[in-house]
């Protein structure tokens, strides 16, 4: 279970290996949830600091969806989910952002996509990528389909 793993911050360790306990925060700690502040508040005030708690919700799910998916998936891949139809950190991205988008990715997002997301997307892309980590999606179904719309796999009839 992903629970078990814990999230490299610094230093030179890896996902996995005991550290310092001040150089690591669990995976499940990363940002999930998007902030219940509104910018339809009267106080102009309050609305540009719940614009800067936006900002920082929204670069901290960025942040947390490039870890997932440069680190965390990958190393669950080599190690515990050698099943798993891919390994690289650039095909769990593309099967998530192609999931996200139901197509490829790249036909409806600008590039590079991380910097494009919406927050909605990148909520949706951290999502995924837990439900991946956590074995409660089929990642060989997600992938098959990304290929798919790719035309480099036939749909099965």
Same mark, same amino acid.
């Given at each position: 279970? %992903?629970?078990?793993?814990? !999230? ?15 150089l ?5 700690? %990363? /940002? ?10 009267? *106080? ?17 799910? !960025?942040?947390?969806?490039?870890? #997932?998916t440069?680190?965390? #998936? /990958? ?6 989910? =050698? *099943?798993? /139809? !891919?390994?690289?950190d650039?095909?769990?991205?593309? $099967?998530?952002?192609?999931? $996200? ?7 409806? #997002?600008?590039? /590079?996509?991380?910097?494009?997301l919406?927050? *909605?997307? !990148? =909520?949706?892309?951290?999502? %995924?990528?837990y439900? $991946? ?11 098959? =389909? ?12």
């Open positions: 279970m %992903l629970k078990c793993w814990f !999230v490299k911050l610094e230093g030179s360790r890896r996902i996995g290996e005991r550290c310092d306990q001040s690591l925060r669990r995976v499940d700690q %990363l /940002p999930r949830c998007s902030s219940s502040l509104s910018m339809n508040d009267t *106080d102009s005030s309050q609305g540009l600091w719940s614009l800067e708690v936006d900002r920082k919700n929204m670069r901290d799910l !960025v942040n947390s969806y490039l870890h #997932l440069k680190e965390v #998936l /990958p190393s669950l891949a080599r190690s515990s989910r =050698q *099943d798993w /139809p !891919v390994r690289e650039h095909c769990f991205q593309r $099967i998530v952002l192609d999931t $996200i988008c139901n197509g490829v990715w790249y036909e409806h #997002l600008v590039r /590079p996509a991380y910097k494009n919406t927050h *909605d997307e !990148v =909520q949706r892309a951290v999502d %995924l990528c439900e $991946i980590a956590e074995g409660h999606v089929d990642l060989r179904q997600l992938n098959n =389909q990304s290929l798919i719309w790719r035309g480099k796999r036939s749909a099965k009839t």
